[in-house]
């Protein structure tokens, strides 16, 4: 099954409040220099869209990029009704967690009659799970490649055939090694690798957050990278609702991301949104209100995927916040994504018809 990296249980405890965050205090001088819907017909333009999935993912950014104006969206999730734009027209949007909020946020955002969204650069930023063969807790990655773990056939594992080494494979396939026909069309999508390479040249080089916990949790594996520090990489993203956890499932997340990727992807981080968040991104695109070449997606590992040798699966599930990567993975989306934020607003004479050649 899939592993959800949203961590909501954790950052009830340890945060006290995830459903309502604050975009700091307002005051009558805040409006001045903010945009007020001069795109004419087609509302507030914005830059820089920066999507977070609760409410710890978008803290960080408005904690630090203020002063904000709210802007209410008519079906965003309840829990956060509004978007938080700034001076320098960046946005910040969360749209709950789990496929079905964030493709009904985007939705509602993206057909909103109050933003310009048309020369948009559109951020995921998100916590997730890693593969300790790519990455380890902390680490931030920018993916090329988003793939749907779940659109999958299920035998039940211990009733597999012989010869299998997995109970999942494709739908309407007849083994596990087989590519699916992409039916459901959402199955995998490849993102715009100028603009991925572009972010990462920006980012790669940032000092990333660490902490004497998570140290502690890489230490008990026994290769690299997960056992050295974290850094700014480039791999490839899978998403599920499903948490899971272990050595088995974490092998057949990177088979599927070979198998649908034609051998180009490689998986290192699983979430709960990206397909469905980028689904509907296509479908605002349809219609001329997105540009799917503005789409970077950045996850920052919170937690391994599967056990160090000699742990069980359940124990790395059950005890996950005790790797000590939650708050630091929440730091280093915006060390690492914010470098691609400020130089798109900082230059948009060069950003605003696409993504410059460098």
Same mark, same amino acid.
Not at 84 to 95: A, E, F, S
């Given at each position: ?26 005051? @009558?001088?805040?409006?001045?220099? =903010? ?5 004419? &017909? ?11 999935? =609760?409410? *710890? ?14 802007? @209410? ?7 956060? *009704? ?5 001076? +320098?027209?960046?946005?910040?949007? #969360? ?12 939705? @509602? ?10 020369? #948009?650069?559109?951020?995921?930023? !998100? ?15 920018? %993916? ?32 596990? &090694? ?40 890489? %230490? ?9 520090? *974290?850094?700014?990489?480039? $791999?490839?993203?899978? @998403?599920?609702?499903?948490?899971? &956890? ?21 998986? $290192?981080?699983? +979430? +709960? ?53 939650? #708050? ?25 018809? !696409?993504? *410059?050649?460098?």
């Amino acid at each position: 099954m899939m592993l959800t990296r949203s961590l909501g249980a954790f950052c009830a405890v340890a945060l006290a409040a995830c459903a309502a965050f604050s975009s700091g205090p307002a005051s @009558a001088d805040d409006n001045e220099g =903010f945009s007020h819907g001069d795109g004419g &017909s087609h509302g507030r333009p914005v830059k820089v869209m920066i999507i977070s999935m =609760f409410g *710890p993912e978008g803290q960080v950014w408005l904690d630090r990029l203020g002063p904000w104006r709210d802007i @209410a969206v008519d079906g965003l999730s309840p829990d956060y *009704p509004a978007v938080h734009c700034n001076k +320098q027209d960046i946005c910040v949007m #969360t749209t709950g967690m789990g496929h079905t909020n964030a493709a009904a946020s985007i939705m @509602a955002l993206t057909f909103s009659p109050r933003f310009d969204l048309r020369h #948009t650069y559109f951020m995921v930023a !998100g916590i997730a799970g890693i593969d300790p063969q790519q990455g380890t807790v902390g680490s931030a990655a920018w %993916a090329k490649y988003l793939v749907d773990f779940g659109i999958q056939w299920e035998i039940d594992g211990r009733e597999i055939p012989p010869g299998w080494n997995t109970g999942y494979l494709g739908i309407n396939t007849t083994s596990p &090694s087989d590519k699916p026909p992409l039916d459901y069309r959402t199955e995998v999508f490849q993102l715009n690798t100028q603009l991925a390479d572009t972010a990462f040249a920006l980012s790669h080089t940032v000092v990333l957050s660490d902490n004497a916990q998570a140290q502690a949790a890489r %230490a008990k594996y026994s290769y690299a990278p997960a056992n050295r520090p *974290p850094s700014v990489i480039q $791999c490839d993203t899978l @998403a599920g609702d499903t948490w899971w &956890s272990g050595t088995q499932l974490g092998q057949r997340a990177r088979d599927w991301t070979k198998i649908l990727t034609d051998g180009k992807g490689v998986y $290192c981080t699983t +979430q +709960q949104e990206d397909n469905a968040t980028y689904e509907a991104l296509k479908r605002a695109a349809s219609v001329h209100k997105v540009d799917l070449n503005r789409v970077a997606v950045l996850r920052a590992g919170s937690d391994f995927d599967r056990p160090y040798d000699g742990q069980t699966s359940a124990d790395n599930l059950l005890n996950y916040a005790a790797q000590g990567g939650f #708050t630091i993975a929440i730091e280093n989306l915006f060390r690492s994504g914010n470098p691609l934020v400020q130089d798109i607003v900082t230059h948009w004479g060069e950003w605003r018809e !696409g993504v *410059p050649k460098r």
